[in-house]
């Protein structure tokens, strides 16, 4: 049994098509960039660095570092040069992470020294009140002691006073018994003259006025 024509010249473009799609899908995938997983953790690793406030605020030197590197990886990426893509790649990673981690001591130092300074600030308010306490006591205590002095001025006052008051009553007692002494004395010598069985050498009128002076005196 003879094939028809019709059917062998329906094959023969068929065939043709399914070439030229073979041929296109191979020419895309030679024009595909190739992937680069180091590239890819650098860029993650940089972003992270940038989106550090510490980095930001305590290494911004590395991470310029970190980003100049990544740049070169993503030339050498562009040139197809896998050695230097996996080479600057690594540095930008590497740099990156010791941004990260000088940005987190420092911050951690930063934050001690905040604790100590506040520390000091604390310590100072306490031995300022501490001195204020002092010398509202020394205070206190001078004015006690002087309180203190103005009594015993005010006592030793009043001790001289009563001193003085006694030596005056003193001494007005002591005229008093001089007074006495002496009436007495006087006293004694009128009765003496007046003894009978001595003779008088006064006259008459003198003894009279004798006896008359004795009769006056206090007994």
Same mark, same amino acid.
């Given at each position: 049994?003879?094939?028809?024509?019709?059917?062998?010249?329906?094959?023969?473009?068929?065939?043709?098509?399914?070439?030229?799609?073979?041929?296109?899908?191979?020419?895309?995938?030679?024009?595909?960039?190739?992937?680069?997983?180091?590239?890819?953790?650098?860029?993650?690793?940089?972003?992270?660095?940038?989106?550090?406030?510490?980095?930001?605020?305590?290494?911004?030197?590395?991470?310029?570092?970190?980003?100049?590197?990544?740049?070169?990886?993503?030339?050498?990426?562009?040139?197809?040069?896998?050695?230097?893509?996996?080479?600057?790649?690594?540095?930008?990673?590497?740099?990156?992470?010791?941004?990260?981690?000088?940005?987190?001591?420092?911050?951690?130092?930063?934050?001690?020294?905040?604790?100590?300074?506040?520390?000091?600030?604390? +310590?100072?308010? *306490?031995?300022?009140?501490? #001195? %204020?306490? =002092?010398?509202?006591? !020394? $205070?206190? @205590? &001078? /004015?006690?002691?002087?309180?203190?002095?103005? +009594?015993?001025? *005010?006592?030793?006052?009043? #001790? %001289?006073? =009563?001193?003085?008051? !006694? $030596?005056? @009553? &003193? /001494?007005?007692?002591?005229?008093?018994?001089?007074?006495?002494?002496?009436?007495?004395?006087?006293?004694?010598?009128?009765?003496?003259? !007046?003894?009978?069985?001595?003779?008088?050498?006064?006259?008459?009128?003198?003894?009279?006025?004798?006896?008359?002076?004795?009769?006056?005196?206090?007994?």
């Amino acid at each position: 049994m003879k094939m028809k024509p019709t059917t062998r010249r329906s094959t023969v473009p068929a065939l043709s098509s399914l070439g030229f799609a073979i041929s296109a899908i191979m020419a895309g995938c030679a024009t595909a960039p190739p992937s680069y997983p180091a590239l890819d953790a650098a860029h993650a690793q940089v972003s992270e660095a940038q989106s550090s406030p510490d980095v930001m605020r305590y290494d911004e030197l590395d991470l310029k570092k970190a980003s100049q590197l990544l740049q070169s990886a993503d030339a050498a990426a562009q040139a197809r040069k896998p050695a230097e893509v996996d080479y600057y790649a690594y540095m930008a990673s590497q740099t990156a992470r010791l941004a990260l981690a000088i940005g987190a001591e420092k911050a951690s130092d930063a934050h001690v020294a905040q604790g100590e300074v506040e520390r000091q600030r604390i +310590e100072l308010a *306490a031995r300022t009140r501490e #001195a %204020q306490s =002092a010398t509202v006591r !020394a $205070q206190v @205590a &001078e /004015a006690s002691a002087k309180d203190a002095q103005a +009594e015993a001025q *005010a006592a030793q006052a009043q #001790a %001289q006073q =009563a001193l003085t008051q !006694a $030596q005056d @009553a &003193e /001494a007005e007692g002591h005229g008093e018994d001089c007074a006495g002494v002496v009436s007495l004395s006087e006293y004694r010598v009128l009765v003496f003259v !007046a003894k009978p069985g001595h003779q008088n050498p006064l006259n008459t009128e003198d003894a009279e006025d004798t006896r008359e002076v004795r009769s006056a005196l206090p007994l």
